[in-house]
């Protein structure tokens, strides 16, 4: 092993051994399915730009993703439909709000950003649906080639929030009222909660935030998932808005774009660097998971990650 796999490998042991026993935090509960998550599970991954694979804790156990779908949701729809088209729809402005804020930008109806529910709302109804090719399909396509393996649906999990999911039905209902949603909410709302419901494992999300630090392509696999751009463009969100009403405290300690989701997913990307992802269910009141926050701040501090850092 090299000097440098051995520093990473020994920094994710030596942070799983040291936020293991952290308690704080709330499992979500609003989605009740979640609330059955094991409170103690905690796992870390990161995967550099040629490929190696570093992890620790059960890193190939699924859970389901949350909000950490939407910047590559957002990575979709940019592809397709380019940045202003987008842009027409959905702001790329931090909200400084909830990520469920019943909140649209007054003068135009549009939603801050892709980040929060409103904005990826948005952003998944922006998505082509055809008989040939449903929205949803194309999604699963494309999230599964971030990942570099076919992801699927946990059903009950899909299920818990299609029966509870009425904030967020209320939000489609008031983009469609403020301005024109392009889809009717009914359909936006199944794809939106089924993309929520997509199972994936630390280690998977650890290849998709390196696809997108690997300027769209993703290091496993070799396979262009969205041109460089777009790469740098969800870069760009996630830094600013990723993090809902703590972004701009995150940028500041951690310096790196991120998301989080309500499962306990949190994800990080090094541009040109690495991957990093994290699950650990016990969330914090922004949502976010509280070991997942402490190993990344920690990380960052230990191996000079901080974007803004001059080493
Ligand atoms: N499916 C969740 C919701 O829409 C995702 C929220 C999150 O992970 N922050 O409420």
């Known amino acids: 092993m090299s000097a440098a796999a051995e520093a990473v ?50 890193a190939d ?42 909140s649209l930008e007054p003068a135009t109806g549009r939603p801050d950003n892709a980040m929060v529910n409103a904005g990826a709302i948005v952003t998944t109804a922006l998505i082509p649906d055809t008989p040939d090719a449903p929205g949803f399909d194309r999604i699963l396509d494309c999230l599964s080639r971030f990942a570099g393996r076919q992801l699927d649906v946990d059903e009950q999990v899909y299920a818990s929030e299609a029966v509870t999911g009425d904030r967020n039905r209320a939000l489609a209902y008031l983009i469609r009222s403020a301005g024109p949603l392009p889809v009717d909410p009914v359909a936006a709302m199944e794809t939106y909660f089924r993309q929520c419901a997509l199972r994936v494992t630390t280690l998977d999300l650890a290849a998709m935030a390196a696809t997108l630090a690997h300027g769209g392509v993703n290091p496993l696999t070799g396979v262009e998932v969205v041109p460089e751009p777009v790469a740098a463009q969800v870069l760009a969100v996630m830094a600013t808005c990723g993090m809902y009403d703590a972004s701009g405290d995150w940028l500041l300690r951690v310096g790196l774009p991120a998301k989080s989701g309500v499962s306990g997913g949190l994800i990080a990307s090094g541009p040109a660097r690495f991957g990093l992802a994290t699950y650990s269910p016990l969330l914090d009141p922004t949502g976010t998971s509280v070991r997942g926050r402490a190993a990344f701040g920690a990380l960052s501090e230990r191996l000079g990650l901080h974007l803004m850092h001059n080493p």
């Open 9 to 58: 490998t020994d920094a994710l042991r030596e942070l799983h051994t040291r936020f293991a026993g952290l308690r704080d935090g709330q499992l979500a509960d609003y989605i009740p399915q979640l609330a059955l998550a094991e409170p103690d599970a905690f796992r870390l991954a990161l995967i550099s730009m040629d490929g190696h694979r570093y992890s620790t804790g059960d």
């Open 61 to 102: 156990v699924p859970f389901t993703m949350q909000s950490v779908s939407k910047p590559f949701v957002y990575a979709l729809a940019l592809s397709v439909l380019g940045l202003d088209e987008v842009g027409r729809w959905v702001n790329a402005e931090p909200s400084g709000e909830a990520f469920n804020a019943i």
